[in-house]
């Protein structure tokens, strides 16, 4: 993506084409983009084993919930299948002192393959891209322009890529989202892998949840990633905050990427 010739930059850091501006820049892997990180939201091997005593945020689970319950095992099985199939949109806002990027995506997902589209947010200009991903190819274009082919990039955009059964999953019980009955899951993650521009440094994260409602099959329905943290920009203190809001839908049904035409 360029403007007048120039990249566009994210905090400072130039939004490289060909996905760049999620992989790298907003979460390494949780819608979400990092926006993988996002949205790609910290994907790949953000997601903790173990007794879960680091577990998120900054502590460990809270009092009264279940580690683990017939629920997270039906959804744990469920999106780690290797023919898992579900939809998601999601709004990622990320804020670090005051400049923001609001990210938003609609993308499917069929096994390792997914594609969709992004839109970005800045002070400069809305940005609009088409994406699929293939392994190990990925597809991109600007704004309706010519598809160009890469190879794929390391970070997904996959919210669930690295989750097994050994994930630290909390059951924090019933809960009725817009009229539906749903179970509330809080997934325990590793410390976030997000890439700021190389003026943002001194990084301390304070909070990262992943919270997920899911119905009684397992098929998640809502998602909320949020992460807290300070930093230091230009040598002066700033927050650094992160939220996506995903939406998923179509858990199970089929889906097809296939690469683009033309």
């Known amino acids: 993506m360029t403007r007048d010739g120039r990249p566009v930059r994210f905090f400072g850091r130039p939004i490289m084409p ?30 903790r084993t173990g007794s879960g005593a680091e577990a998120t945020p900054v502590g460990s689970m ?31 806002v990320v804020t670090v002192g005051g400049e923001t990027v609001t ?30 991903v293939i392994p190990p ?7 309706g322009g010519p598809w160009r082919d890469s190879d794929a990039p390391k970070r997904s955009l996959d919210p669930f890529l690295g989750l097994t059964s050994g994930t630290v999953i909390a059951d924090l019980g019933a809960e009725v989202v817009d009229g539906r009955p749903l179970r509330h899951l809080r997934v325990a993650l590793l410390p976030v892998d997000t890439t700021f521009a190389s003026a943002v440094k001194d990084v301390v994260y304070t909070s990262t949840v992943f919270d997920l409602w899911v119905d009684a099959s397992g098929a998640p329905v809502r998602g909320l990633f949020t992460l807290d943290a300070r930093a230091r920009k230009d040598d002066k203190p700033v927050p650094v905050s ?10 199970g049904e089929p889906l ?6 033309g």
């Open 137 to 143: 190819v990925a597809y991109s274009r600007e704004s």
């Open 103 to 132: 990210v938003l995506s609609a993308l499917d997902f069929a096994g390792p393959d997914y594609a969709g589209t992004l839109d970005v947010t800045t002070s400069a200009r809305p940005t609009h891209s088409d994406i699929v």
């Open 62 to 92: 809270p009092q009264g919930s279940l580690p683990s319950s017939p629920v997270v095992g039906a959804f744990v099985a469920l999106v780690s299948a290797p023919d898992r199939t579900f939809h998601v949109e999601s709004r990622t």
């Open 18 to 47: 060909r996905l760049g501006v999620i992989q790298s820049s907003i979460i390494a892997g949780v819608v979400l983009v990092a926006a993988a990180g996002l949205f790609a939201l910290v994907f790949g091997d953000r997601f």
């Open 256 to 261: 097809v990427i296939a690469p683009p035409e």
């Open 242 to 251: 992160i939220r996506s809001d995903l939406s998923f839908s179509r858990v």
